[in-house]
Nanobody, 117 residues
Framework: QVQLVESGGGLVQGGGSLRLSCAAS????????MGWYRQAPGKQRELVAT???????TYANSVKDRFTISRDSGKSTMYLQMNSVKPEDTAVYYC???????????WGQGTQVTVSS
């Protein structure tokens, strides 16, 4: 079992920065891949970025060169540094972890990010 808790969301002006955090607890040793997803009103949930246990990173084209995903050395906390944010980045951001043992994703409760124009 893995529990995920996001924090750091809020209201930010366009062009500004925000950092999201995801604290993982429980069987964190079983996590193979972690990622950030987001869901805007009326839209499907979409991938933002992922980071593997080996450090491999992927980004959605829409956030590449603006967002940075990272994970602390203890691998219990993941971050998403959001720079040069745009109104279209407004969404609920979810932390997710892929558990190798059961082949399932665990999800956090989400944190709202609102970017004003």
């Amino acid at each position: 079992q893995v529990q995920l808790v996001e924090s750091g969301g809020g209201l930010v002006q366009g062009g500004g920065s925000l950092r999201l955090s995801c604290a993982a607890s429980g069987s964190i040793f079983s996590i193979n891949l972690m990622g950030w997803y987001r869901q805007a009103p009326g839209k499907q949930r979409e991938l933002v970025a992922t980071i593997s246990s080996g450090g491999a990173i992927t980004y959605a084209n829409s956030v590449k060169d603006r967002f940075t995903i990272s994970r602390d050395s203890g691998k219990s906390t993941m971050y998403l540094q959001m720079n040069s944010v745009k109104p279209e980045d407004t969404a609920v951001y979810y932390c997710a972890a892929f558990i190798t043992q059961n082949g399932k994703w665990s999800w956090g409760q989400g944190t709202q990010v609102t970017v004003s124009s």
